[in-house]
């Protein structure tokens, strides 16, 4: 069973500076997919950065990046230049073998960032 | 348009009302998701539909029922439901394979009193 890991309950940033959010992962699928997604206290759940299991380069989108270790099966997100409306929950995320032709994501605990002013 | 809409944003039932929370997207997409997520937790999900056939349903109680109308909709139609079954339903809309990302919806705030 694929399970994701992310031990960080929550975090404190001040406006501008970067963070790092942890997550690990654990498959034995070689194929996989590690997505993160951000959720405001309105309830949407935005995408924000997708990480290939054979992508070489680690992803990047804007201000976010993915530091991808696949050795050490992380994927941390990075924020830089963090902003006010950052603060939300964060959910790591990874795409399970396919069923009847049909994608599953399974998502860690989430975990709380808050940006200060 | 990579919008997925939700109707209603809010809803507060009765344990014998019936209701029907909707979805709908235009992005051509063929997978369309339901996640129930409890405060403080992660989505944890319901049903898939892969062109427009159930494909995966996560042993969800049987007052819970998809529909899926057309490539483009997606209902939840509740009915007899508890208490502990208030939460935020998101609904979800994907590309069939290969990693697409899944676009979520605003979700329903659901209250079963």
């Known amino acids: 069973a694929q399970k994701i890991t992310q031990t960080q309950p929550g975090m404190f940033v001040q406006e501008k500076e970067a963070v790092t959010l942890d997550c690990t992962y654990d498959t034995s699928d070689p194929s996989y997919g590690l997505f993160w997604y951000k959720q405001p206290s309105s309830g949407e759940m935005i995408f924000l950065i997708y990480q290939g299991s054979y992508d070489q380069q680690n992803a990047t989108e804007g201000r976010y990046s993915l530091n991808f270790q696949k050795a050490r099966k992380s994927a941390n997100l990075v924020i830089s230049a963090s902003q006010l409306g950052d603060s939300a929950m964060y959910f790591c995320?990874?795409?399970?073998?396919?069923?009847?032709?049909?994608?599953?994501?399974?998502f860690g605990k989430g975990m709380k960032l808050t940006v200060n002013p | 348009d990579t919008e997925v809409t939700q109707t209603p944003k809010h809803l507060v039932m009765g344990m014998t009302n019936k209701k029907s929370l909707k979805c709908e997207q235009h992005?051509?997409?063929?997978?369309m998701y339901w996640y129930k997520q409890k405060a403080k937790k992660p989505p944890e999900l319901m049903f898939v539909?892969?062109?427009?056939?159930?494909?995966i349903n996560e042993s969800v109680p049987s007052r819970f029922s998809p529909e899926c109308p057309n490539s483009s909709l997606l209902n939840l139609h509740l009915h007899a439901l508890q208490p502990e079954d208030s939460a935020l339903y998101l609904c979800?809309?994907?590309?069939?394979?290969?990693?697409?990302?899944?676009?979520f919806g605003p979700g329903t705030r659901l209250t079963v009193t």
């Open positions: 979800a809309s994907s590309q069939v394979w290969d990693n697409y990302e899944q676009y």
């Open positions: 995320a990874m795409r399970e073998e396919p069923q009847g032709g049909s994608e599953k994501l399974v």
């Open positions: 992005m051509g997409h063929r997978a």
């Open positions: 539909y892969s062109y427009e056939k159930l494909s």
